[in-house]
């Protein structure tokens, strides 16, 4: 029998200068197109908030596990899943998948319809 917990729960992302996630097509050596929302806002994708959590975890778990792979870095391939290459190279099964799902960041609804309401106002998103 398998049990599932689910809890959701929110957080708040404030940014403390510019920013801006790349969508990976942009032109040249700079990626300068912005990954936009449905309403042509920017967002941060649940893939880029995972690595980002999850690399502020690793550095914490390697404090907490002395330099070692130990009961800490267990704990967040629970959580995170397994990472393919580093898991493959280590034996043949498979890696194990995450149990925790992050999804994607967007701005207050408040400001992404005003935001859709104001032409100019997007244009400089």
């Given amino acids: 029998m398998t049990l599932t917990v689910r809890r959701k729960f929110s957080i708040t992302i ?14 040249g050596e700079i990626d300068r ?15 880029t908030l995972t690595g980002i959590l999850r690399d502020g975890c690793e550095l914490v778990t390697q404090a ?10 267990r704990w967040i391939d629970y959580l995170f899943g397994e990472q393919p290459a580093l898991a493959l190279m280590a034996n043949a099964e498979k ?16 400001l992404r319809q005003t935001l859709q309401s104001k032409d100019q106002l997007r244009q400089v998103v």
């Fill in 14 to 27: 404030e940014t403390l200068s510019d920013w801006h996630i790349g969508s990976g097509s942009g032109r």
């Fill in 33 to 47: 197109t912005v990954q936009l929302d449905a309403m042509g806002c920017p967002f941060i994708p649940g893939k």
């Fill in 64 to 73: 907490l596990d002395e330099g070692q792979s130990g009961r800490w870095k």
């Fill in 95 to 110: 890696p194990r998948s995450a149990v925790l799902s992050i999804h994607s960041a967007y701005l207050e609804t408040g």
